[in-house]
């Protein structure tokens, strides 16, 4: 698993990730079992050489034999040959990338299962638009479904997560969203146990982040939060299924797409030629 993390204010979105990817299979019972971890895996990437454009993942991590990484750089080159720099808008974009998504989950040679879990998140400034947009796809229990905008229109600033959002959930909500489920399972009655979480929540969530936030401040913001995960699940008793470097990147309306930290399969004195960061 993973947790990817989207910090939007006024100024810019910051996109970040650990980069870990969990292999596991089902035993004759059922039960899933995590046959091991690779911490190295890629789940933030640059959407467009151009524009103010990026992009995220977690669930998950191959599709016809091909890992999402690899084929979100098919999916940029599409893009690049296709894309009106003039006129796109974000939304436009995510709707790009739902049809390649939809394309490669449907192709024959594609494995797929009833429990299939994906979010490939696109996020950027549209063609003269000044405020930032993100966007979801998601494929739920082996469904591709429409795409959804994270940030609702007005809504200039927030933190949003996917993945393993537990720790941040505690943090800035104050509350576990799994206590509606916890309660009801006790016999609390649906909308009561709503209601419990809602004033919890209301009562209890940290203030983190402010439409005015610098743009150095929101980057910090994004990495303490994964950071802070990773730390997490360290210490939580079973497998550690969030780990490995922090990949993030932010975009701004004016200066674009900047990696802010990246790993690199290669070192850099070696590959001269790549200007120090991965295509």
């Avoid at 802070?228 to 990147?249: E, N, P, Q, R």
Wanted: charged share 20%; with cysteine.
């Amino acid at each position: 698993m993973t947790v990817c993390v989207a910090v939007k204010v006024h100024d810019c979105i910051v996109f970040a990730a650990d980069s870990a990817a969990t292999l596991s299979t089902v035993d004759e019972n059922g039960n899933r079992q995590i046959l091991n971890v690779y911490n190295n895996a890629d789940k933030v990437f640059n959407l467009h050489r151009k524009l103010p454009l990026v992009a995220m993942t977690c669930g998950m991590g191959h599709i016809c034999g091909r890992s999402i990484s690899n084929l979100a750089k098919e999916m940029r080159k599409e893009m690049m040959d296709a894309l009106d720099e003039e006129s796109y808008s974000v939304k436009s974009v995510a709707e790009f990338a739902h049809a390649f998504i939809e394309a490669k989950y449907s192709d024959p040679t594609a494995t797929k299962t009833p429990t299939d879990f994906l979010e490939f998140w696109v996020g950027g400034y549209g063609h003269n638009k000044e405020h930032g947009e993100i966007w979801k796809i998601v494929i739920q229990d082996g469904s591709l479904q429409p795409i959804v905008q994270v940030n609702q229109p007005g809504e200039p600033d927030g933190i949003f997560w996917g993945g393993q959002g537990e720790a941040i959930a505690r943090l800035a909500l104050g509350v576990d969203p799994s206590l509606i489920s916890v309660l009801v399972s006790n016999g609390m009655e649906a909308g009561l146990a709503a209601q419990v979480f809602n004033t919890g929540r209301n009562n209890l969530q940290t203030g983190l982040v402010h439409a005015t936030m610098p743009t150095i401040d929101a980057i910090r913001l994004a990495k303490f939060l994964v950071s802070t995960t990773i730390d997490y699940f360290s210490l939580k008793f079973g497998s550690d299924i969030v780990g490995g470097a922090t990949d993030i990147a932010t975009v701004t309306k004016y200066e674009g797409f900047k990696w802010i930290e990246r790993k690199h399969y290669y070192p850099d004195g070696l590959n001269r030629e790549t200007n120090g960061h991965v295509c």
